[in-house]
C-alpha cells in the first residue's frame, strides 16, 4: 500500500534552516507529482509547494518563494523540502503527499483536490 513516511523537522530558531524528507513506497515515485503541505495549529491545512515528474515544474505558494526549494530523487523513492530562512510563521505540521496529477501547473496543484495520500507530518517550529 501508499505509505509516506516524513523526517528531519525540529525546533529551530527564526532564519535558521531545516530539510524535510519523505521516504515513498508502494507506488512509482516517478510517476506522480509530489507536493509539501502544512497545517500549523488551530488553522487548515495549506499547500506549500508541488513537484512534477522528472522535475518538469514546481509551485510554490507566495510567502514561502525564494525561501523554500522543492526537490525529488525518484531512484531513491524521496522528495525533499529545504527551508531557509525561516520565520515563526513556517511553524506547524509538515506534510508529504502524492499527487493525482503529473504537473504543477497553476493553483490547482495548491489544492489539496490534486493529492490522494497524505503521510502523517512531522513537527517544525520556529521559535528563539
Known amino acids: 500500500q501508499v505509505q509516506l513516511v516524513e523526517s528531519g523537522g525540529g525546533l529551530v530558531q527564526p532564519g535558521g534552516s531545516l530539510r524535510l524528507s519523505c521516504a515513498a513506497s508502494g507506488f512509482r515515485l516517478g510517476g506522480t507529482a509530489m507536493g509539501w503541505f502544512r497545517q500549523a495549529p488551530g488553522k487548515e491545512r495549506e499547500a506549500v509547494s508541488c513537484?512534477?515528474?522528472?522535475?518538469?515544474?514546481?509551485t510554490y505558494r507566495q510567502s514561502v518563494k525564494g525561501r523554500f526549494t522543492i526537490s525529488r530523487d525518484n531512484a531513491k523513492n524521496m522528495v525533499f523540502l529545504q527551508m531557509n530562512s525561516l520565520k515563526p510563521e513556517d511553524t506547524a505540521v509538515y506534510y508529504c503527499?502524492?499527487?493525482?496529477?503529473?504537473?504543477?501547473?497553476?493553483?490547482?496543484?495548491?489544492?489539496?483536490?490534486?493529492?490522494?495520500?497524505w503521510g502523517q507530518g512531522t513537527q517544525v517550529t520556529v521559535s528563539s
Open positions: 513537484i512534477s515528474i522528472a522535475d518538469l515544474s514546481t
Open positions: 503527499a502524492r499527487g493525482r496529477i503529473t504537473y504543477c501547473s497553476g493553483s490547482y496543484s495548491l489544492t489539496s483536490d490534486a493529492y490522494n495520500y
